[in-house]
Nanobody, 123 residues
Framework: QVQLVESGGGLVQAGGPLRLSCAAS????????MGWFRQAPGEERESVAT???????YYAESVKGRFTISSDNAVNTVYLQMNSLKPENQGIYYC?????????????????WGQGNQVTVSS
């Protein structure tokens, strides 16, 4: 059973940084893509950044230049470095994995989800 365990959320002032981590434990997939999604109250879950097994990356337009996704396949962990945070970036951030190597910005294409981590940005 594969599990995704997230860490690193919390409260930060606008303009500040925050780093999220997501570790996959258990019997992991042979090759997989991972992603970070955000869900604000009353809104649909949306893609923030995704990364393929081979390192190809997708960013939502709103976070380009401020957020960086990276992965360490040796330890089955994906990170999201968030800089210059804005109040509109707040929400619950979910880590997700899909059992194929290629990334996707579509939430429905992911097979496994973390528990979610609250990110609050104060103005």
């Amino acid at each position: 059973q594969v599990q995704l365990v997230e860490s690193g959320g919390g409260l930060v002032q606008a303009g500040g940084p925050l780093r999220l981590s997501c570790a996959a434990s258990g019997r992991t997939f042979s090759r997989y893509a991972m992603g970070w999604f955000r869900q604000a109250p009353g809104e649909e879950r949306e893609s923030v950044a995704t990364i393929s097994w081979y390192g190809s990356i997708y960013y939502a337009e709103s976070v380009k230049g401020r957020f960086t996704i990276s992965s360490d396949n040796a330890v089955n962990t994906v990170y999201l470095q968030m800089n210059s945070l804005k109040p509109e970036n707040q929400g619950i951030y979910y880590c997700a994995a899909r059992r194929v190597a290629g990334y996707s910005p579509q939430a429905y294409e992911y097979d496994l989800w973390g528990q979610g981590n609250q990110v609050t940005v104060s103005s």
